[in-house]
């Protein structure tokens, strides 16, 4: 389905109002559009940062995003990390998020070998995670990675989505919604 015609079902689908196609609305906000079909990669250091990694698929698919996770080290699987990251953008990722812990280095390796918007997230493995957030967090100038909270898996993913919203109207009203669902339930306390 083309970028066009998904931008044309939602704002089409905004003005009915019957259960059915009420339904399609809902339905087709979900369908991956063009701009969706990119995937995001979630990798991570080891396998024991699933629990907090977990929370970065899980929000990519209530966005209906495509994502392929994979545990890779920088420093213990340098060349198979290398090697995913040359392989990204050809691979049809759109974005990567990165998460590790303690010497975290996976997002910068990622950064330093594929051109695509890298996400870090540093992972609480010691030292309260201080040590990822600044391993993480504070590459030198040329090669960034937008980094998010310790443990910010799903902001991660949220950054991700807006990402891939910028070229994505659908993307973006889903986006919206999700913020205008987060402003309902802070304030219904
Ligand atoms: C990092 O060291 C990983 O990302 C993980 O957060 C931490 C501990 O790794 P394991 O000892 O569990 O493999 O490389």
Partial sequence: MSRRGVTSVTSRSTKVTSPL?????LFFDRLPSEAMSKKVAIVMGSGSDR?????AGRMLEQFGI??????LSAHKTPDQAI???ENAAANGFGVIIAGAGKAAHLAGVMA???LLPVV???IAASLD???SLLATV???TGIPVATVAIDGAANAALLAVAILAVDDEALTAQLARYRKDLAEKTLAG
Avoid: C, I, N, Y
């Fill in 21 to 25: 196609l009420t339904f399609l609305e």
């Fill in 112 to 114: 330093a070998k594929s």
């Fill in 83 to 85: 090697e995913f990251a």
């Fill in 129 to 131: 995670g201080m040590d």
């Fill in 138 to 140: 504070q590459m030198p």
């Fill in 120 to 122: 870090g997230v540093p």
């Fill in 66 to 71: 495509e994502h392929e996770t994979r545990v």
């Fill in 51 to 55: 629990p907090v990694m977990e929370k």
